[in-house]
């Protein structure tokens, strides 16, 4: 399995960003898919998940203001990134579990300019 994302950059305190990801295999195989992100110097963290039964989270940080949606027909995992901080600064990796199997994708860079 192989997750491809796309859409990290630079946005403004305020500003909107959208991240996508695309998985080599159809969303329903996977029982949770997701994204997380991660800070220099510390532990990477959940942002969003989205499981088959259709049951979202989110990280307390973000919810308001983040969106995951899934579209099965084009095997993407999106996120919605609304009125960013500079706290969301990081690098956010897209995520997807199979069973016990958990994959990964390289990060994407995510700044936000205060």
């Known amino acids: 399995v192989q997750l491809q994302a796309s859409g990290g950059g630079l946005v403004q305190a305020g500003g909107s960003l959208r991240l996508s990801c695309t998985a080599s295999?159809?969303?329903?195989?996977?029982?949770?898919v997701g994204w997380y992100r991660q800070i220099p110097g510390e532990q990477r963290g959940v942002v969003a998940t989205?499981?088959?039964?259709?049951?979202?989270n989110y990280a307390d940080s973000v919810k308001g203001r983040f969106t995951i949606s899934v579209d099965n027909a084009k095997s993407a995992i999106d996120l919605e990134m609304s009125s960013v901080k500079p706290e969301d600064t990081a690098v956010y990796y897209c995520?997807?579990?199979?069973?016990?199997?958990?994959?990964w994708g390289k990060g994407t860079q995510v700044t936000v300019s205060s």
């Open positions: 995520y997807a579990k199979m069973g016990p199997t958990e994959f």
């Open positions: 295999r159809r969303i329903f195989v996977f029982n949770t």
């Open positions: 989205a499981t088959s039964d259709d049951k979202t």
